[in-house]
């Protein structure tokens, strides 16, 4: 059976969308399939889209780009050229919304008579249709419509079903989370006091929530030797705002910004800390908080994201999305002994490895596929 992916892009700075896609177009490939991605060629790929590439999964790049000319990413080139490649393909799959080529693709395989996948990683939770919220209110006329059509609507967490279906009471929803390798990562020795944040800095990330809760614990001398280290892409320049509210709430050399980090130095920056905190006020699933489970680090994330888990398996803790529920976290990490961190991080890397392994839930993709093929 043949699968067309198609994703806006693959970008090195494109998040959870550029790692997850090609990742899970690999997956898939071992797990049988016949699988391809369509995209637009904007510069340098993740690592995840390398890695795919190399092991064989069919890359077809299209020229075309988001920009603030032209905000949904129409594109002449895909227009021209999608349909010859789309015919070969049994079905088509879209990630994201709100953006030309999932509209597109979506016709295409409508006029095709082609079984339709969509995953929308988020698009339609609360949090973010609040972003640009008149833009999407207008394009959500040809979302709703693409979503209502489609054969199947992939989400990654019980609660992003819920928020589909909130917004489009017709889909049909299945739900399958993202896949980690745990091999890739080695188990942090819990030999310091780092507190890593290794995500886009972007204002639904909530990181001016962890300014504030840091600055409540490390303000009155209760952080000791804890410090946190932010590292990750700029988000449109939100960036600057975070440093910001970092300084004006939080004492001087407790705390450090790094910018972006990818590959190996990725892989050590999480080896070498020592906890991973994810302040988020939403996430359709939140990979950060996987690799750093799988890095062996004790997890402190907002419910914002679905890591229920953390309470459940003892890894670490599921907080409420506000600065106080933050703060309480962050004082009962820093007063936690070593063996005790050591011990949760064990917990969350065994998790992980029993219910996140791509090997199974790969096969699992490829049964849903099976099943929209074989309904016809």
Known sequence: MKILHVVPSMGINDGGVGEYVPMAALAQKRAGLDVAIAFYDVGE???????AEREGVLFIRFKG????????????DFVRRFEMFARDYDIIHTHAQWMFP??????????????????????FAPERLKISRWKKRIVGLIDRRCVRQSDRVWAMSPSEAS????????????????????GKFTASRQAGHTLLYLS???????????????GRVAGRGGAGEWKI????????????????????KCPAGSYEFRGPVYGEGKYRLLSE??????????????????????????VICTKGAPWR????????????????GLASALEELVATSRDERLAMGARGRKWVDENLDWRKIGNAMRLSYERLRDAL
Do not use: Q
Request: glycine letters at 8%; aromatic letters at 8%.
């Open 45 to 51: 790929l993740s690592l995840a889209a390398c890695e």
């Open 65 to 76: 780009s988001g920009t603030r000319w032209n905000p949904m990413a129409v594109s002449l």
């Open 102 to 123: 999932i509209w597109w693709a979506a016709h295409v395989a409508r006029k095709l008579g082609t079984r339709l996948v969509m995953t929308p990683h988020g698009s």
């Open 163 to 182: 928020d589909i279906t909130a917004y489009e009471p017709r889909a049909r929803v299945e739900t399958l989370p993202i896949g980690i390798d745990v």
């Open 200 to 214: 886009r800095i972007s204002p639904v990330k909530g990181l001016d929530m962890l300014a504030e809760a840091w």
């Open 229 to 248: 280290v932010v590292a990750g892409p700029d988000d449109r320049g939100y960036a600057e705002e975070a440093m910001k509210a970092f300084a004006k």
């Open 273 to 298: 800390a020592d906890a991973f905190v994810l302040p988020t006020r939403n996430e359709n699933w939140g990979i950060a908080v996987a690799e750093a489970m799988a890095s062996g680090l004790p």
């Open 309 to 324: 888990c953390l309470e459940t398996a003892c890894a670490g803790w599921w907080t409420d999305i506000s600065e106080g």
